[in-house]
């Protein structure tokens, strides 16, 4: 087998998965540089990167690392810390979302991921707004999308709306459950407006991953998968990736799944235990 030489990895033993795998690259590789990732997570056999925040980075610098090592970039956040469930919000948040898409074409990113609620440093939610009634966020939410979905349909990118667990890591967000996400995006029916499906937020919200993904994967544009609880490598907790896989493959998910798990160890032993669990 083959190893990667900086982590060590035998990538050459990769199982035969369908799906293709990302590498969130603001959790895993940590131990090198930001600009050294991208050729690790080559060289361990993924089929692009992904991370957080594009504003604070050297576009130019992110572009010439993912072409120099011949890995695209798929993704990254687009709302920094404006939310889609204040009305007041949004033109600001708009003129913002216009901004990340213009750096998604940039980069040659397919996708650009959005929230229901601004996030602050280490996701913590910055607005719950506990002053407006549900209906006006979910109204607000509604509104707001369809107004993002018609700029990434004029950018050629696409959006990928995701709920946050509210039990560990986003309390107070206001998109928590997979079913009104995917009601959105079926009720807006723009192609460029999707779900992200995180198995580690929606095991600690909802559970039933598979019952779920047999009746939402049609609405899924990326998944995101880190064990539960923990946030860890496949393995460290309770779900049963090889039956979630399966599930996938067969409601037709075609897409990518995105490694956004900090290692329990060490990235090495995280990219093995990934490969694992194929």
Not at 83 to 106: G, K
Request: aromatic share 8%.
């Amino acid at each position: 087998s083959t190893s990667c030489p900086r982590t060590g990895c035998l990538f050459a033993r990769r199982p035969p998965m369908k799906l293709r795998r990302s590498a969130c690259i603001d959790t895993l590789y940590l131990e090198l540089p930001f600009l050294d990732r991208f050729q690790a997570a080559k060289e361990d056999g993924f089929d692009a990167v992904e991370f957080w925040s594009w504003a604070d980075r050297d576009l130019s610098a992110v572009k010439s690392a993912s072409d120099r090592a011949g890995i695209p970039v798929c993704g990254f956040n687009g709302d920094a810390d404006l939310s889609l469930i204040d009305p007041a919000q949004r033109e600001a948040y708009l003129a913002f979302l216009h901004r990340s898409l213009e750096a998604a074409r940039f980069l040659g990113a397919s996708g650009v991921t959005v929230h229901s609620n601004g996030l602050g440093p280490g996701g913590v939610v910055l607005a719950s707004r506990e002053d407006l009634s549900h209906t006006v966020k979910l109204c607000s939410l509604y509104a707001g999308l369809a107004a993002s979905a018609r700029l990434a349909e004029e950018a050629g990118v696409t959006l990928y709306l995701e709920p946050l667990n509210i039990s560990t890591d986003h309390p107070g967000n206001f998109l928590r459950d997979t079913q009104t996400a995917a009601e959105l995006v079926r009720l807006i029916g723009s192609p460029r407006l999707k779900v992200l499906y995180d198995i580690y937020h929606m095991q600690l919200n909802e559970g039933r991953l598979c019952d779920t993904i047999r009746q939402y994967a049609d609405t899924f544009g990326h998944v995101h998968a880190a064990d539960a609880p923990g946030r860890r490598e496949p393995g460290t907790g309770e779900i049963a990736f090889p039956r979630v896989y399966k599930a996938l493959e067969a409601a037709g998910y075609t897409g990518l799944v995105g490694y956004e798990l900090f290692p329990a160890r060490s990235t090495r032993e995280a990219v093995k235990a990934i490969l694992d669990a194929g």
